[in-house]
């Protein structure tokens, strides 16, 4: 019963520290709600490249004021907001992700479409083909670290395969490491009904997390869940560590 005394205390006590040294993480939902008036009545056009400022450094989920890009956005809440993190739409071509030039890797890519993929409405669908992929790289400021927790994706009209679906780090590298895949290249099935996926997949700054997906128009994704939170600085680890010490040594004496 001691040991089970201590170790329930160690627990306690090493989350209340850890809830002071690590913020909880902030969400925001990329719905893909764009306007053309000010109002928000005015939906933006379908087959239209997103706006590459859409989803970057999320401080209001129904922004007001001044357009962006000529542009209003909303966006969904999911327990905070993101102001480090960029969003990023582009295309990644297969046959040579790592060339860096406009003709194979880079903006603008993505385009919205307002019905048809199952339940979902205004989705991102993919404006190249077949050796292009719809690239959205989630990018965080330095300090922070982002997490790609879910999205929705659908065929259109009806279930579409042969695309690929996976999530990797650093995509423009030599070698991208990967981080998460729904099925070899080439071999994945965009659902007829919607499908949710939960990854939760994260990077930390000076890194890039990129979601690739779509050998055609004919697949899309939605609801795109992504987070952000604060990397710990190392004396709040060491904190941590020295906290849970003291506690141990402190139960041990007293038992």
């Known amino acids: 019963m001691k040991h089970m005394t201590r170790t329930a205390a160690l627990v306690v006590t090493s989350g209340l520290v850890l809830g002071f040294v690590t913020p909880r993480a902030a969400a925001t939902v990329l719905t893909f709600d764009i306007f053309d008036d000010a109002p928000k009545t005015d939906r933006f056009n379908n087959a239209v490249f ?14 007001t004021g001044a357009s962006v890009e000529g542009k209003y956005y909303n966006y969904g809440s999911a327990g905070g907001f993101t102001p480090n993190v960029k969003v990023e739409y582009r295309f990644w071509q ?26 979902l409405n205004y989705v991102v ?8 992929l719809q690239e959205m790289r989630l990018t965080p400021d330095p300090g922070y670290r982002v997490t790609l927790e879910s999205f929705d994706a659908a065929g259109y009209l009806s279930a579409s395969g042969a695309h690929t679906l996976k999530i990797l780090q650093n995509a423009n590298s030599a070698v991208a490491p990967f981080m998460w895949s729904a099925g ?72």
């Open 94 to 119: 297969t046959t040579d992700p790592t060339n860096p030039s406009p003709g194979n890797n880079g903006p603008p890519n993505g385009l919205m479409w307002d019905t048809g993929y199952s339940t």
């Open 125 to 132: 669908y993919n404006a190249y083909g077949p050796t292009w």
């Open 184 to 255: 070899p290249d080439g071999t994945v099935v965009f659902p007829a009904v919607v499908s949710n996926y939960v990854v939760n997949v994260s990077v930390e700054s000076g890194n890039t997390l990129s979601l690739l997906y779509g050998r055609n128009g004919n697949a899309a994704v939605d609801n795109i869940v992504f987070s952000q939170s604060l990397i710990p600085e190392p004396s709040s680890v060491a904190l941590l560590a020295l906290s849970g010490w003291t506690l141990l040594r402190w139960r041990r004496r007293k038992y």
């Open 50 to 63: 997103i706006p590459q400022s859409y989803g970057d450094n999320v401080s209001d989920f129904s922004p």
